[in-house]
């Protein structure tokens, strides 16, 4: 499969350079060259297979020409180590649980197989490729996490000293053989603005391979779509009825894999792009007009996007044409107060607990399929554990949920990460010293 460029079609790069070079150098973002069809008989089979082995199938249809089949079948079968579940939450409403890895989130997902491909394709290079990240928190923990022990590949990741919470601190700095903690006496923007002045640093680059492990990568995309797949076997075991799926959506990766897996044959009917008051996408599908500005803080901060990177990769699968992209889509948007409301509501109602992302999907769904479609299966898409709010949600439910046992026993561990200033030369010394 190559990949072209969203800013020019007829720039095409192998599936290598992609996934090395992460972006395009015009700035716009890869595509696959074609949405690949899947072979004969596969949605008829699709209620037999395991996660596994839809996984493969689907990545095997995107890369499979540019890998061993054996190479290909250890990544899957190595970032697809943990289950989706489809669980029933009342009637005809299921959530899609995708909070089951190392880091209670759905980007575990993305970011286990991207480091896997990435150390595929630096296997035999003779210098091994230092990823630097810069994290206010998050992304920072399903990178370390995703890279850890692979080899060939050194991470190295930012973070403001004293600004992200204990938990997010500990599953970054707590890590040892090749993930490296910096500690900066700054802010997030600080940290962003070392590890950018290190990538147009011509004298380090040409001394040490750099590499960075941003969210819009196609290796992190594409395995996005597997559990829609997934979800659809689950869900076929148990009725027909047409699927109706509300992703909860801050950079929208996670919704244009879900219309990636919808042009490949997955009998969705309508997506509905659920957001928090940073509201730009559901915006543009009631009016036509994308009109991005900076992000507003709220309680479902991993959606806190003011201008999503991914909406580019949405214009380009329907060639900008607004009224298909309605087809496909309808878009929702709530308050925190709303959300709150919501998290205690369903509590109460049936036990289930939703984390404050979650509840944002589940009130997509539950408001289209109340004013539209309710004979429909409606499945919303739960991105993170409830537990890893736990000061939002504690205070809404009756019965806390637990932080599980994986991530509660990172609290215990000694934090062991290295103090830099805010100073880029400091900061290229110790690449310098460490990374050779
Ligand atoms: C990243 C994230 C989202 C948003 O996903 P996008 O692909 O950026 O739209 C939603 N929920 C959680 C918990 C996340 O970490």
Known sequence: ?????????????????????????????????????????????????????????????????????????????????????????????????????????????????????TAHFVKNSARELNILVATSGDTGSAVASGFYDVPGINVIILYPSGKISEIQEKQIATLDKNITALEIDGVFDDCQKLVKQAFLDTELCSQIELSSANSINVARLIPQSFYYFYACAQLQADSQADMVISVPSGNFGNLTAGLIARRMGLPVEQYIASTNINDVVPEYLGSGLFNPRPSKQTISNAMDVGNPSNFDRILDLYDSDYDKILQDVSGSAYTDDQTRQMISRLEEETGYILDPHGAVGYMGLRHYLTELRDTANGIFIETAHPAKFIDVVGPLVKNAPQIPERLGRFLDREKRSVKLKNDYEEFKSFLLDEKK
């Open 1 to 117: 499969m190559k990949f072209y460029s969203t800013k020019n079609r007829s720039n095409l790069v192998s599936l290598r350079e992609a996934v090395l070079k992460g972006m395009p150098e015009d700035n716009g973002l890869f595509m696959p060259r074609s949405v690949p069809e899947l072979p004969g008989g596969f949605f008829d089979n699709i209620s037999s297979m395991g996660f596994q082995e839809i996984s493969l199938q689907i990545a095997d249809a995107f890369f499979g020409e540019d890998m061993p089949a054996a190479d290909l079948e250890q990544i899957v079968t190595e970032a697809v180590n943990f289950d989706a579940p489809l669980v029933q939450v009342h009637d005809n409403i299921y959530s899609l649980e995708l909070y089951h890895g190392p880091t209670l989130a759905f980007k575990d997902f993305g970011a286990r197989f991207m480091a896997r491909m």
